[in-house]
């Protein structure tokens, strides 16, 4: 039996909107959308306010069909909202009541939850309404059931809009990606620390895994080179006296991920390695310093290009790279094109905003010296750049806690 439970009588109050609706409908207005359909994880949880329902955070499949969540949203009409869960998100209802004032908790597969949200947009009499939904995160089942019910020509891509509006930050969002940058700078560092000579990769990495789980981060993935080697696959090659290590991770902090890579090695730094570094650092801080509202993101690349492109001792081997992130590790401002990750830098001419947040990444692949790279978390803000987990950024010596 269903349970399809109204939030203002179950809660006794009205929840606010966990968004900023004012801006989420200028955006819809702009991308002549007039409904949202979430079905991602990640914007689903935006819509919800940051909740993600625990049992299925590493997991989607459930006998033989999968975890849909559906988040519908109609523009300047929040009393329309409604929430499709699966039937065990009703207990989660009871406990931290959902904010949409349309509940229904009966489902374990993608087509019944997705009658149910065609049933939902149905009874909204939307007429020739636009409707955008995500075509990359909503199963083909559950699609022609909602295409029969609305119409094809209704639905529409909705991927741009949902970017748009997680693209500035509110001060709650940034604090947590804050705290997940800070947190994985810690497990970096305390792993560099507890490693030594004869550290294996797989040893480096459950290391990793233990340190973000005990600070509270969801673990990831941990991309991790030894010595000369560009490989940043686990294996049981172990760390040897005077070799570098470059630990690259992610971490998820309630939702929000922290992407970050620092560098170590075994023993002190030979003046080779400290120039290598301090190159990448200073494309690092030329290319930071161009991360304020109001720069087009075109002005990062240039910054770090241009610096890089003068140091023809490295140029040939190392690449400068920027991305947007937040619930995901790549996210709006899009910023480069095709590098590496397949997709367009649709945001390179616009300007950026405050609330922003940037990864800043600078990769060499040494021929003789190793993988060696730094990459940096970075809000933007009116006038400044701000690096958040930015301790570690040198040479961090291993085994000194062993």
């Known amino acids: 039996m269903e ?67 559906i988040v519908i949203y109609e523009k300047g009409r929040p009393e329309h909202a409604a929430y499709m869960a699966n039937k065990m998100e009703g207990h989660e209802h009871q406990v931290h009541p959902f904010w949409v004032p349309n509940l229904h908790t009966s489902f374990w597969g993608s087509v019944d939850a997705a009658e149910k949200a065609a049933a939902h947009l149905k009874s909204l009499d939307l007429g020739n309404a636009r409707i955008g939904y995500e075509p990359g995160f909503m199963p083909s089942d559950a699609y022609a059931v909602i295409a029969a019910a609305v119409g094809n020509k209704q639905l529409v891509d909705g991927t741009g809009a949902f970017e748009r509006i997680r693209a500035v930050k509110s001060p709650e969002e940034l604090d947590l990606l804050r705290q997940a940058s800070e947190h994985i700078t810690d497990s970096m ?47 049981d090659a172990a760390w040897k006296k005077g070799e570098v290590m470059s630990l690259d991770s992610g971490g998820n902090y309630r939702g929000y991920i922290g992407d970050l890579c620092r560098m170590g090695v075994l023993g002190e730094p030979d003046a080779e390695l400290e120039d290598l570094l301090g190159d990448i650092l200073d494309v690092q801080e030329k290319a930071i310093a161009q991360a304020k509202a109001g720069n087009p993101g075109s002005a990062v690349v240039m910054a770090g290009e241009q610096v890089l492109a003068k140091k023809t001792h490295i140029a040939p081997f190392t690449d400068f790279f920027t991305h947007g992130m937040g619930l995901i590790s790549h996210e709006a401002p899009f910023l480069m094109t ?16 405050a609330g922003m947040v940037i990864s800043v990444e600078t990769t060499m692949l040494h021929p003789s010296r190793g993988f060696i790279k730094i990459e940096d978390t970075v809000a933007i803000h009116e006038g400044r750049a701000e690096l958040v987990g930015d301790r570690g950024r040198g040479w961090n010596r291993g085994g000194t806690a062993r």
């Not at 949880?45 to 969540?69: K, N, V």
Request: net charge negative.
């Open 338 to 353: 095709n590098h590496p990750v397949a997709y367009e830098g649709v945001d390179a001419s616009r300007p950026l905003e």
């Open 189 to 235: 560092l305390a792993v560099f620390a507890g490693s030594g000579e004869g550290s294996t990769k797989e040893e480096i990495v459950q290391a990793l895994r233990t340190e973000e789980t005990r600070r509270g981060l969801q673990f990831e993935y941990c991309l991790l080179t030894l010595g000369s080697s560009h490989n940043r696959a686990v294996s």
């Open 3 to 69: 349970e399809h439970v109204n939030i203002q009588a179950a809660a006794g109050q009205k929840p606010g909107i966990p968004f900023d609706q004012a801006r989420v409908d200028r955006i819809m207005e702009e991308q002549g959308i007039d409904v949202l359909v979430a079905t991602s994880k990640h914007n689903v949880q935006y819509l919800l306010g940051g909740y993600r329902f625990i049992f299925f955070s590493a997991m989607d499949a459930i006998g033989h069909s999968r975890y849909l969540p």
